[in-house]
């Protein structure tokens, strides 16, 4: 799943370059390319918050409300023009796993270790039928590239208040030694779809949605018979914008 993501980034940034480019020359131009170009235009920070869910051969065991987690959100990004982007992006806090009998644990010393020697057994509370809810405390680190669906397909139009943009990227998501999870790094795939609203030049509202992927063993625990498990998230929060949009329309003949 990761590897298809990833050939999925390299064709977005492909598809997204030239189109922008064959835009950029019929329909509007960067306010940079004929201005003093300055490292903090079109420069966007952006910070959201809302809840995450988990999904995982064994976590589809727990009531929904206790697969609900909190989730925060930082990201850095830059607009090259308006079609193309890209950013890095930092996310994570806490999600909610679920254990069996049945897996195999890497978190203990040997993974030919009884099942009892799982170290997140002596930090939680273990259920009469053997079954034990573990916390997972992570840090998501991404690169991603943005791709402007409204500007792609409508044109720039400097008076629009809303932007649906689309984004795909890589990341390392670490886990952190907590409750007898093991600390761990594992590759990521990141997906996400972003209702922007205009609030003034320089502030944006958002609604975040996304989608990763990551090993099965990211928390020492495989389980299941599948390569990959994800997470996805809701989120609302705000983008601000160093300098303002820098974008104009003009007509190049």
Request: aromatic share 12%; hydrophobic share 40%; with cysteine.
């Amino acid at each position: 799943m990761i590897r298809q993501l990833i050939k999925t980034i390299i064709i977005l940034t492909l598809f997204s370059t030239v189109v922008s480019a064959q835009t950029t020359r019929s329909r509007f131009t960067v306010k940079d390319t004929v201005e003093a170009i300055t490292f903090c235009d079109n420069l966007l920070l952006e910070i959201a918050g809302g809840s995450q869910l988990l999904f995982s051969a064994d976590a589809n065991n727990l009531d929904f409300k206790d697969r609900l987690t909190p989730h925060a959100s930082i990201s850095l990004g830059k607009w090259f023009s308006p079609v193309i982007g890209a950013g890095i992006k930092a996310e994570g806090y806490s999600l909610n796993g679920f254990s069996t009998s049945e897996g195999e644990y890497t978190a203990a010393n040997d993974n030919s270790l009884p099942f009892d020697q799982d170290p997140v057994r002596k930090e939680v509370t273990i259920n009469p039928d053997g079954t034990y809810r573990h916390f997972i405390r992570y840090l998501n680190f991404s690169f991603n590239v943005y791709l402007s669906l409204t500007n792609l397909i409508f044109g720039y139009n400097e008076k629009s208040v809303f932007n649906l943009i689309t984004s795909a990227g890589i990341g390392d998501m670490y886990v952190f030694n907590y409750k007898g999870i093991p600390s761990k790094s594992s590759l990521s795939g990141n997906a996400g779809l972003t209702m922007k609203f205009h609030l003034s030049p320089k502030l944006d509202l958002n609604l975040n949605s996304s989608a990763t992927a990551f090993p099965n063993e990211f928390e020492g625990r495989i389980a299941g018979s599948n390569d990959y498990e994800n997470y996805v998230t809701a989120n609302i929060g705000l983008a601000y914008y160093f300098k303002g949009r820098k974008f104009i329309n003009r007509q190049i003949d």
